[in-house]
């Protein structure tokens, strides 16, 4: 069983900056690829960035690519997401994700395991 833990989230104001933690526990976390997703209201859940335990390739979506940046810390069996830049439309519940079949996938359903969620609130 996988277990992640999501902290860090928080209000902060326009092109302020986040980090977020995702901590992770399970035999074989470090055979899966994880992955962060975010989910506003009314809005379906949409991949954020992507990361595998050996640290790359990192993935991104168009809409944070050059303002966010995920990263693993191998030996915590942690990743982060360093959000900068953060406008009112990345306001969201963060999640984090674990796909054991390791595809570094983009789709929410290739991810087994989920944790709770955080909330990212800017305001303008």
């Known amino acids: 069983q996988v277990r992640l833990v999501e902290s860090g989230g928080g209000l902060v104001q326009a092109g302020g900056s986040l980090r977020l933690s995702c901590a992770a526990s399970?035999?074989?976390?470090?055979?899966?690829?994880m992955g962060w997703f975010r989910q506003a209201p009314g809005k379906e859940r949409e991949f954020v960035a992507g990361i595998p335990w050996s640290g790359a390739p990192t993935t991104y979506a168009d809409s944070v690519k050059g303002r966010f940046t995920v990263s693993g810390d191998h030996a915590k069996s942690t990743i982060y997401l360093q959000m900068n830049s953060l406008e009112p439309e990345d306001s969201a519940v963060y999640y984090c994700?674990?796909?054991?079949?390791?595809?570094?996938?983009?789709?929410?359903?290739?991810?087994?395991?989920w944790g709770q969620g955080t909330q990212v609130t800017v305001s303008s």
């Open positions: 994700a674990a796909d054991p079949r390791s595809r570094g996938s983009r789709w929410s359903g290739d991810y087994a395991y």
């Open positions: 399970g035999r074989t976390i470090s055979t899966h690829s």
